[in-house]
């Protein structure tokens, strides 16, 4: 099986392991990606579901016994080996506290194996209401098990990203927000907190939130330091945004691409990406065009297969169909191509990590 193919089926389907405290450990809710584990296949980390009612029926399992170590896992399926298999080391930054008592991985966690990744305010104005709330949403799950801080401060940031870098070799920085209750959406806190930590460390940072009221922001995010922006449509047709994000599906897709279109000759060509959640109920079709739009426009479309999450309203959701996602990343991968738009230009993100999807593979 080709590493495509591999990437992608697991990324559907999941992993099951006999002893889950084998490698690191997992996230359970919080801000995407939740219910994952990071796992590398041969050259190639991936955040792969281990937590997931698709997971627990997962044809992939990871075999390992008690005399083999971390590097002598393999993974199986139906009794076949298919790769060698390990996990990145827990980093160093997690042992630490920050000069006001909080765990440093409570400010922010370590994604795939060099991504510094934090949800500077942990809250949503549409979490708490069955009218608002995304379906899929699981933001506030890590805040209620005491995992993390509602709102992590500039100076806190700062010294959690200084540590990093300096004892992880963390490459880059993801910084993302619940949307508050106020018109810039966030975009104000993004900005003041990409601001101090600039001043304490020389590291790329993308900032995700809504589209702010006011495009100005963008010009302030770039000016504080921000290197790469990510607005995040997840689906696109109307219908499918009532039906599973009703609060935000208010925000128009006609005003994320206005924002786009704002976004991209601030920070950039390639510069600004937003997440495709692919298997909410946007067909084939829908997300190819939405991924030529978004190209055309200068916009990285990071399309990922959706994860059902535990304790949400989608938990029991169905994950998409692995020659769907095959299929889809096929046709954006050569987009992508035509275009020379690739994820190793982005300065910083997500859609630069690529460890949530297998699109980057694609790419080329």
């Not at 399992?61 to 971390?70: D, F, I, P, Y």
């Not at 169909?321 to 997500?350: H, P, R, W």
């Amino acid at each position: 099986m080709n590493k495509q193919r591999l990437i992608t089926e697991l990324q559907s389907q999941g992993l099951r392991l006999v002893d889950p405290s084998v490698g690191a450990s997992g996230r359970k809710g919080g801000a995407g990606p939740s219910d994952h584990k990071a796992v590398t296949v041969g050259d190639t980390t991936v955040m792969v579901p281990i937590y997931t009612g698709t997971a627990s029926q997962s044809p992939f399992v990871l075999e390992t016994s008690e005399s083999e170590t971390n590097q002598g896992s393999t993974l199986v399926r139906d009794l076949q080996p298919l790769a060698p298999i390990t996990f990145p080391e827990q980093p160093r930054f997690y042992d630490l506290t920050t000069a006001d008592g909080i765990p440093y991985r409570h400010i922010a966690l370590l994604h795939s194996h060099d991504v510094l990744a934090t949800t500077v305010l942990q809250t949503c104005r549409r979490y708490r209401n069955p009218d608002t709330v995304c379906q899929f949403c699981a933001i506030e799950k890590s805040l209620d098990a005491g995992r993390t801080i509602a709102r992590k401060t500039p100076a806190q940031l700062a010294e959690v990203a200084a540590a990093a870098v300096e004892l992880d070799g963390v490459k880059h920085m993801v910084m993302t927000t619940g949307t508050p209750n106020t018109a810039d959406r966030g975009a104000a806190y993004l900005t003041e907190c990409a601001q101090v930590i600039k001043a304490r460390v020389n590291i790329p940072i993308q900032a995700q939130c809504e589209p702010p009221d006011d495009f100005a922001w963008f010009e302030r995010m770039k000016a504080a330091g921000i290197d790469s922006l990510g607005m995040h449509l997840e689906a696109v047709d109307p219908q499918v945004r009532a039906r599973i994000m009703p609060g935000k599906a208010e925000v128009p897709v006609d005003y994320y691409f206005e924002a786009f279109a704002a976004a991209v000759p601030v920070f950039g060509w390639g510069q600004v990406s937003t997440y495709l959640l692919a298997g909410l109920g946007d067909s084939l079709e829908t997300l190819v065009e939405a991924s030529d739009r978004l190209i055309n426009l200068g916009v990285y479309p990071f399309v990922v297969p959706f994860v059902p999450i535990t304790e949400t309203p989608l938990a029991n959701h169905p994950a998409p169909d692995t020659d769907f996602m095959f299929s889809l990343y096929q046709k954006v991968g050569a987009m992508l191509k035509a275009a020379g738009m690739t994820s190793e230009s982005i300065n910083a993100g997500c859609a630069k990590c690529g460890a949530c999807s297998a699109l980057s593979t694609f790419e080329k």
